[in-house]
């Protein structure tokens, strides 16, 4: 395990479809986060994980975003009826408990048209 | 909008010539990470700072936290046109280490 994956690295779909998102973290990490990044700017949390409980939700995160973490390994992202302002690249994260430090993946561009 | 206020926005040096980029909070932090991204990539992580007065350094780049943990450093020194990109600071304001991100500074190396 060399570290966190992401899985598709692009994704260009039309408006009102739905996309999934996967993200493989470290293995021994219990955290894993999801953040959404758009140009020029830092990335903006989405959520975030502990083991298989999702424990926090930003207000960014509307009812068209579910992500989940059934087994406290990977997770996916579902974003349903996307819309143009969807797009951006979306990052997934994980980290000990330790706060050592999030390592992330490569992202997902996500392109709406 | 951001809460960590980075600058400057956009750098352009010399090849060869030292540099500083600044990340500041008006809050203290708990932890402080900066990371590097190139275009289009996910983010690379550089260095974390706890500890006020902390200073780490990893070849050329060096990060400082300053005592009252609310303003960090990132330092290149001969710069080279492998340190270009984006350099990201990241912080912790509690041990859950969500954290929150300043916009980025773009460091452009020029030959």
């Known amino acids: 395990d060399t570290g966190v994956s992401q899985d598709p690295r692009h994704k260009i779909t039309k408006r009102g479809q739905n996309v999934t998102f996967r993200c493989d973290p470290i293995s021994e990490h219990n955290r894993l986060y999801w953040y959404r990044q758009t140009l020029g700017q830092g990335p903006e949390f989405l959520t975030y994980?502990?083991?298989?409980?999702?424990?926090?939700k930003s207000r960014l995160l509307s009812d068209r975003f579910s992500a989940e973490r059934p087994k406290g390994s990977f997770s996916t992202l579902e974003i349903q009826r996307t819309e143009q302002g969807d797009s951006a690249m979306y990052l997934c994260?994980?980290?000990?408990?330790?706060?050592?430090?999030?390592?992330f993946g490569q992202g997902t561009r996500l392109t709406v048209v | 909008s951001q809460e960590l206020e980075q600058s400057p926005q956009s750098l352009i040096v010399q090849e060869g010539k030292n540099l500083t980029i600044n990340c500041t909070s008006s809050k203290t932090l708990y932890g402080l990470y900066w990371y590097k991204q190139k275009y289009g990539e996910g983010l690379i992580f550089l260095m974390m700072l706890q500890k006020g007065g902390e200073e780490k350094s990893h070849e050329k780049i060096t990060a400082k936290l300053d005592e009252k943990k609310q303003q960090s450093s990132l330092h290149i020194t001969a710069s080279q046109p492998s340190h270009a990109g984006i350099y990201l600071c990241?912080?912790?304001?509690?041990?859950?280490?969500?954290?929150?991100w300043g916009a980025g500074t773009k460091l452009i190396i020029k030959p």
């Open positions: 994980f502990q083991n298989e409980a999702q424990l926090e």
């Open positions: 990241g912080a912790a304001l509690d041990s859950n280490y969500q954290l929150i």
């Open positions: 994260a994980s980290s000990s408990n330790q706060g050592t430090g999030a390592f």
